[in-house]
């Protein structure tokens, strides 16, 4: 939904059109208050702001599900190092960094 002119409302004018603006946004609006001339709030529909929350989490879902996916094919193709070895290997190579800092 693209948002006109008229779907951006400074807060002073929010608060005292509150009523009419809830009305229009359960109508399907959605509102960007400002506050000194910046983005400050969305008022939206709380059908669509739990909409938006599922979609959020299905996304999270997905991009844990291409991790999973990436390290099973890593797995898969070899590319696995024990985990004690691989904490030594980074704790070795944070040290000989840190060391040539200070000298």
Request: avoid cysteine; aromatic fraction near 2%; proline fraction near 1%.
């Amino acid at each position: 939904m693209a948002l006109s002119a008229r779907d951006v409302i400074p807060l002073s004018q929010a608060r005292a059109n509150l009523s009419e603006l809830a009305e229009q946004v359960k109508a399907g609006a959605e509102k960007i208050i400002t506050k000194n001339g910046e983005s400050y709030v969305a008022l939206i529909d709380a059908d669509r702001l739990d909409y938006y929350h599922r979609l959020e989490r299905e996304r999270i879902h997905l991009l844990l599900l291409d991790d999973a996916r990436r390290g099973l094919a890593d797995i898969a193709a070899g590319r696995t190092e024990d985990a004690d070895a691989a904490l030594a290997r980074l704790q070795k190579a944070h040290a000989s960094k840190a060391g040539r800092k200070r000298g």
